[in-house]
């Protein structure tokens, strides 16, 4: 899985295709009256906004790192999600650079948090005045454990990220 996640990194366009054939059956699965090339033009949309924003993270986070080669990033991006110090200098120093560049990033992720659960909570309620017990049910189960999801990812990778600039010596923010 781990040569497949650092394939998909270096390869954007395999990404790409991956989101628009997902984003496709996931449209054709919830509206099976639509044209399939209308579905495909609709997740190629989401796609491509999905794209340009991952293109501006890679871009700022290459920027902080001292403009290292794509290849190089993803190398680095993936040693830091297993938690694998570099041994050379030069590596450390390029870590330490995205570390503190992410640790920024992430710096108002609680109240990121506390907004996605009160926007999920008002769509809740919204879908409990205009849809029926069924309907408000399964949406409400569907928030929560996206929601848990998504606060245990944040508390996972802020660990290794504080873990990691810790073990470099680098200035957590």
């Known amino acids: 899985m781990r040569a497949l996640n650092k394939w998909l990194a270096t390869h954007l366009w395999a990404q790409a295709l991956l989101v628009v054939a997902v984003g496709a ?19 190629a949309v989401g796609a491509v906004g ?21 290849e190089e990033y993803v190398s680095l991006d ?14 450390r120093a390029t870590m330490g650079r995205l570390v503190q560049e992410r640790l920024r990033a992430t710096r108002h992720r ?3 948090l ?4 009160l926007m999920f909570t008002s769509i809740v309620v919204l879908v409990g005045f205009t ?3 069924l309907q408000t049910v399964v949406f409400a189960v569907f928030a929560a454990g996206f929601l848990g999801w ?13 873990e990691m600039a810790s073990t470099l010596d680098v200035p957590a923010r």
Do not use: C, K, Y
């Not at 919830?30 to 997740?43: I, K, M, T, Y």
């Not at 993936?78 to 590596?91: F, K, M, N, Q």
């Open 110 to 112: 609680r109240v990121a």
């Open 131 to 133: 849809a029926g017990g």
């Open 50 to 70: 999905a794209l340009g924003v991952l293109f501006l993270a890679r871009r700022r986070e290459r920027r902080a790192t001292g403009g290292v080669s794509s």
């Open 150 to 162: 998504m606060t245990w990812t944040s508390v996972r990778q802020h660990r290794v990220l504080r």
């Open 114 to 117: 506390i907004f996605l659960t």
């Open 78 to 91: 993936d040693r830091l999600r297993h938690g694998e110090v570099p041994e050379s200098a030069d590596e």
């Open 25 to 43: 059956g996931v449209i054709l699965l919830l509206n099976p009256g639509e044209s399939p090339l209308e579905a495909v033009v609709r997740a």
